[in-house]
């Protein structure tokens, strides 16, 4: 209540300073005093509530007749235009108030269903993290545990304590690359990426980015083409790091026996990666969602392990340096990921002419 009674207050005397000011010194049209108070009344409606701009109008009404219409300081009104002048003052006042208030109502209506919305999906992202963390954190813990447990078995043979070792192996390999995610996850919403660029070969990018998912793609065919000779600058952490994750997902989604093939190509001062699988493709319906946060499309299937973090966090990776990433399916079958990143670039040979 004090907050509306101070708005009114505030209104008040912005009527008072503006009759003050043309009774005093400026001594303008009636039509441009009628106006000026008129402004005070949108203010006053877009700013305080309905009633506030009610009485803010009847008071600027009753001083634009007491001190601005002819007889000055009398309520009487000699002239019938400025009877209908000051009706009309107070009918606009009322009616712009009103509208005024019903058009801040409906953008506070509108604000608030906005927070509730930001609100909802906040929570729909922290479940679908814990229930992806819960997953995704239990299988490899629970085969870790398992095949410590073997290890310490007397019967177990030397070939089988090399399969368990290696198993333990995976699964440590996949918990970090979880916690990897997690933390570029992290790094992106906090803005916290700091780009390094340097010259390096496409084909190196690919490599390190196989490198990342060693264990992803051990037993996977991996054909590597490009128009080679040119180097291109870069950051090859960021560009490495996304690409792992778009390969990452081909490994997932497609079986042993099908290649992944990647090109690489500098073309219009941007580097185009281009990763293509035999896998059965993405469904239409997905497309849209495809790079949102904890997305797995439909294609996914109870025996695809993954958190739908990682085609996300390479869209974030790559905006950081100014790229982007898209998806389809290519001409004939399987998905295709598209990246591209803007590069200088130059020839491999007169780089290597440069050098003493």
Not at 116 to 142: F, I, M, Y
Not at 160 to 175: D, K, M, Y
Not at 186 to 195: E, H, L, P, V
Not at 304 to 323: H, K, P
Request: proline share 4%.
């Amino acid at each position: 209540m004090t907050k509306n009674l101070r708005a009114l207050a505030v209104a008040l005397l912005a009527v008072a300073a503006i009759v003050f000011a043309d009774v005093k010194w400026l001594h303008i049209n009636t039509a441009t005093v009628a106006l000026t108070f008129l402004l005070v009344v949108l203010v006053v409606a877009a700013t305080s509530r309905l009633w506030i701009a009610i009485v803010t109008s009847i008071v600027a009404m009753l001083c634009f007749n007491f001190f601005i219409l002819p007889p000055v300081g009398t309520w009487t009104i000699e002239d019938p235009e400025n009877l209908v002048a000051l009706l009309a003052f107070l009918a606009v006042s009322l009616a712009a108030s009103s509208l005024w208030s019903v058009a801040r109502a409906k953008a506070d209506a509108a604000l608030a269903r906005h927070d509730a919305d930001l609100a909802r999906k906040g929570e729909e992202l922290k479940s679908a993290l814990l229930a992806s963390l819960g997953h995704n954190l239990r299988t490899p813990l629970t085969a870790i545990r398992v095949a410590a447990s073997n290890l310490q078995a007397s019967w177990l043979g030397e070939e089988e304590r090399r399969e368990q070792g290696e198993l333990v192996l995976t699964e440590v390999e996949r918990l970090t690359r979880l916690f990897e995610n997690i933390l570029e996850m992290a790094r992106i919403d906090a803005g916290a990426i700091a780009i390094e660029p340097r010259w390096i070969d496409p084909t190196e990018l690919v490599e390190a980015a196989r490198d990342q998912v060693l264990h992803t793609l051990a037993h996977r065919t991996v054909h590597v083409t490009g128009d080679g000779g040119r180097l291109v600058r870069i950051d090859p952490r960021l560009t490495a790091a996304a690409l792992s994750h778009v390969l990452e997902n081909a490994a997932q989604y497609t079986s042993d026996a099908s290649p992944i093939e990647v090109h690489t190509a500098v073309r219009n001062a941007e580097l185009v990666l281009t990763v293509r699988d035999g896998g059965p493709g993405i469904a239409e319906v997905d497309l849209p969602r495809l790079f949102d946060r904890f997305f797995r499309g439909r294609q996914s299937k109870p025996r695809v392990s993954g958190t739908g973090m990682g085609l996300s966090i390479a869209r974030g990776l790559l905006a950081a340096e100014g790229g982007r990433i898209s998806a389809g399916n290519g001409a004939g079958g399987g998905a295709e990921f598209t990246i591209a990143v803007p590069v200088e670039s130059k020839a491999a040979e007169a780089d290597a002419l440069a050098v003493p």
